[in-house]
T-cell receptor, first 113, second 114 residues
């Protein structure tokens, strides 16, 4: 069966520090991968999505970047964190078929101090 | 372009009462529709989805939703609320090509009072 792993679960980072969040999927190949962010009291904001290795689409210009170095690995990064980067980050995947919903990871709670 | 509107950011019901969470969508082509539930500090879990076929869709935990094309709606219902239903609920829409990400509504937080 397919599983998605996201880590770390919580992270407290100072302003100006780098960030690396990792997401991996097991039990499938060539998944579509997504990064979302939830700010406090707000809905889900799509940050990046990828339909294949090295293929990244950015939905919102900001302080973050994403990479997909392997088929089932999706990394969210920042060179210098801002206070506004705080939030709950969710990774998700689905097969390359449109009638499937997402399967979400358990999320990373990032607090920038 | 697609969009999703969830009426009401908060809903409070009594235990045993009907739960009705409203979702309206906008799409230029027939969409696929989803409902997700999120418990505090957790990822989202798929409740149910509509793709094709029967317009009344049954999901997990006793929830169901009905796709009404004429009303562009996909409201989520449960006949009798349970305390464990307290969570945030998100409606989402997808195009049929699979090339675009899901578009989510802003969510409705459900409280269940004893």
């Amino acid at each position: 069966s397919q599983t998605i792993h996201q880590w770390p679960a919580t992270l407290v980072q100072p302003v100006g520090s780098p960030l690396s969040l990792e997401c991996t999927v097991e039990g499938t190949s060539n998944p579509n991968l997504y990064w979302y962010r939830q700010a406090a009291g707000r809905g889900l904001q799509l940050l990046f999505y990828s339909v294949g290795i090295g293929q990244i689409s950015s939905e919102v210009p900001q302080n973050l970047s994403a990479s997909r170095p392997q088929d089932r690995q999706f990394i969210l990064s920042s060179k210098k964190l801002l206070l506004s980067d705080s939030g709950f980050y969710l990774c998700a995947w689905r097969p390359g078929l449109s009638n499937y919903g997402y399967t979400f990871g358990s999320g990373t709670r990032l607090t920038v101090v | 372009a697609q969009s999703v509107t969830q009426l009401g950011s908060h809903l409070s019901v009594s235990e045993g009462a009907l739960v009705l969470l409203r979702c309206n969508y906008s799409s230029s082509v027939p969409p696929y529709l989803f409902w997700y539930v999120q418990y505090p500090n957790q990822g989202l879990q798929l409740l149910l989805k509509y793709t094709t076929g029967a317009t009344l869709v049954k999901g997990i935990n006793g929830f169901e939703a009905e796709f009404k094309k004429s009303e562009t709606s996909f409201h989520l219902t449960k006949p009798s609320a349970h305390m464990s239903d307290a969570a945030e609920y998100f409606c989402a829409v997808s195009d049929r090509t699979g090339r675009r990400a899901l578009t989510f509504g802003s969510g409705t937080r459900l409280q269940v009072q004893p």
